[in-house]
Each structure stands twice: as C-alpha cells, then as structure tokens.
C-alpha cells in the first residue's frame, strides 16, 4: 500500500475544517473554488487514510468551566520513553502527549472534570514506572 500524499487542495480542506467542523460539503466546495464532489471525495479519502481521524466539538470555556485544564512536562528515565507513552496513553485525561527536546521529555495536556478528578491524574501519573521527575502548570484562562 502506497502512502497517500498531501496536496495544496487537501491542506486547504483540512484547514477549513478546523476552523468550522461543521461546515457543509458544498460551503467546503465554494470556499475552496472546487465541485462538491470534489470535496467529497477528498474529505473521504482524507478520513479513509487516517489522515482525518474524527470530528469534535469544541465547547466554549463558560459551559465547561467546572474542568481542569493543565500541561504537565515529564523526565523519563534512561530509555524507557515508550514504556512510559503507552501508560499515559492509558489515562482518558490526558489529551495530548508530545515528545519534545531539552529539560522535560515529555509534555502531557491534561483535562479533568474537577479538582478532585485532577488530583487523581496527578496521583496515577507518579505511580508510574519510568517516571524520574514532572512539573505541572494549571491553565487558568485562554486567549
């Protein structure tokens, strides 16, 4: 199988989704200068590949005040990063983990619906094996 190459056309779409998920197939096709089955096309052939994994809602900060949103930043130990990737992947709360260079290996995003359910992730988080170090920074409003 022959991996699927990007074009200018499929960055476009993707970037016209992530700023309205919801718009329509033939919105997409005006935005774009293209025919609706164009758009079709490519948006499914976007989802067959993988390249689109699903569509979200995002929820305005005042519906969802009551979660928790923080960015915790990770040093492993020795070579033991994957062992340790796929244990945080096993935690719903961690929304995103990033591999990155300098002080912390890793950086996990963190969203947990209260301060208790918080403090749980924390809890987990240092149980694992691997983990030498983290620092955690709570995100208290967004721009």
């Known amino acids: 199988m022959q991996p699927y190459l990007y074009d200018s056309l499929d960055k476009a779409l993707i970037g016209a989704l992530r700023k309205d998920g919801r718009a329509s197939i033939s919105t997409l096709a ?3 200068k293209v025919s609706r089955g164009t758009v079709q096309n490519r948006l499914d052939r976007l989802i067959s590949c993988g390249a689109i ?3 979200t809602v995002r929820v305005h900060e005042e519906i969802d005040s009551d979660s928790v949103r923080a960015i915790m930043m990770i040093e492993v130990i020795g070579q033991s990063t994957s062992q340790v990737i796929q244990k945080l992947k096993g935690i719903p709360e961690l929304t995103r983990i990033h591999t990155t260079n300098g002080a912390w290996d890793l950086i996990a995003e ?3 619906a209260n301060l208790s359910a918080f403090d749980g992730v ?3 988080v240092r149980t694992i094996h691997g983990i030498l170090n983290s620092e955690t920074s ?3 409003s967004t721009t």
Request: net charge neutral.
């Open 30 to 32: 005006e935005l774009l």
């Open 53 to 55: 994994l699903g569509f």
């Open 138 to 140: 709570i995100m208290l």
């Open 122 to 124: 924390l809890r987990e």
């Open 110 to 112: 963190i969203k947990a």
